[in-house]
């Protein structure tokens, strides 16, 4: 079992930067991928940003590749959400969720494969 609570969703203005946090309870932090999800009302939750056990691979959207980072901290229990050169379309929930079946170097898109999610936190982007 993964518990996940992410933290650090906020409104913002366009062009502004915000940082996600996710800190992760139960499994052994290290044995499982992370990634970033994000769905906006009646639109379908996608893929923002992935990174593998170590932290050594990292995988993004091509629509916040450039501008978002992903990192974790294996040391707090914690993944990463650095958002810069925010954009109204980037006004989403975003999730944190858990791959706990994934190789030492994944950093998947599908959300099918990750097993367990947060909660949820709200990023608005003013115009």
């Known amino acids: 079992q993964v518990q996940l609570i992410e933290s650090g969703g906020g409104l913002v203005q366009a062009g502004g930067s915000l940082r996600l946090s996710c800190v992760a309870s139960?499994?052994?932090?290290?044995?499982?991928?992370l990634g970033w999800f994000r769905q906006a009302p009646g639109k379908e939750r996608e893929f923002v940003a992935s990174?593998?056990?170590?932290?050594?691979?990292?995988n993004y959207a091509a629509s916040v590749k450039g501008r978002f980072t992903i990192s974790r901290d294996n040391a707090k229990n914690a993944v990463y959400l650095q958002m810069n050169s925010l954009r109204p379309e980037d006004t989403c929930v975003y999730y944190c969720?858990?791959?706990?079946?994934?190789?030492?170097?994944?950093?998947?898109?599908?959300?099918?494969?990750?097993?367990?999610w947060g909660q949820g936190t709200q990023v608005t982007v003013s115009s």
């Open positions: 969720a858990a791959d706990v079946n994934a190789g030492m170097w994944s950093a998947l898109s599908n959300a099918a494969v990750y097993d367990y």
């Open positions: 990174i593998s056990k170590s932290g050594s691979s990292t």
């Open positions: 139960g499994r052994t932090f290290t044995t499982y991928a």
